[in-house]
């Protein structure tokens, strides 16, 4: 991703299953920018048990790797997590494309549920998920859990 050509902004995002070695590649290393590099998280959090078993998506815009995000079944319901866009890509429709995705991927008659950093809470209310709890820390950084 480093030295990825400038993104245009008249063209639109393109999302889809990750299905391939280099795709997933991509993803990871956007999760390291934007979670392990810019955020400070722990790559030991950051990578879990949950990798293999998620459904993992990326985004995309004149080709390039920009965003992604994974969701998982859950006790609780669909777990929508690890939403993470380049900040080269910010602004640009990446992380409303990104859920609108899932949202299209998942059962919709089971709860959907994320746990939102709190200074997303306003984004991921846009697509009708209501705060539920207090606020606590995942890596030092303050989240609410969200449903819809």
């Known amino acids: ?38 955020q400070e998280v722990p790559a030991e959090i950051e990578y879990d048990e949950f990798e293999d078993s998620s459904i993992h998506i990326l985004a995309k815009i004149d080709g390039v790797p920009v965003g992604t995000a994974r969701w998982r079944r ?16 910010r602004g640009k429709g990446v992380g409303a494309a990104l859920v609108n995705f899932i949202l299209d991927q998942i059962d919709n008659s089971d709860v959907a549920y994320l746990n939102s950093q709190v200074s997303a809470i306003g984004f991921y209310s846009k697509f009708n998920f209501t705060e539920v709890g207090g606020i606590f820390y995942e890596a030092g950084i ?6 819809r």
């Open 1 to 38: 991703m480093t030295g990825a050509k400038q993104l245009s902004r008249s063209t639109s995002v393109e999302v889809n299953l990750i299905k391939t070695k280099s795709d997933m590649a991509a993803s990871r290393e956007i999760r390291e920018l934007v979670f392990v590099v810019e």
């Open 74 to 89: 859950t006790d609780h319901g669909q777990k929508l997590e690890r939403f993470a866009v380049l900040n080269s890509a």
């Open 142 to 147: 303050p989240h609410r859990k969200m449903i």
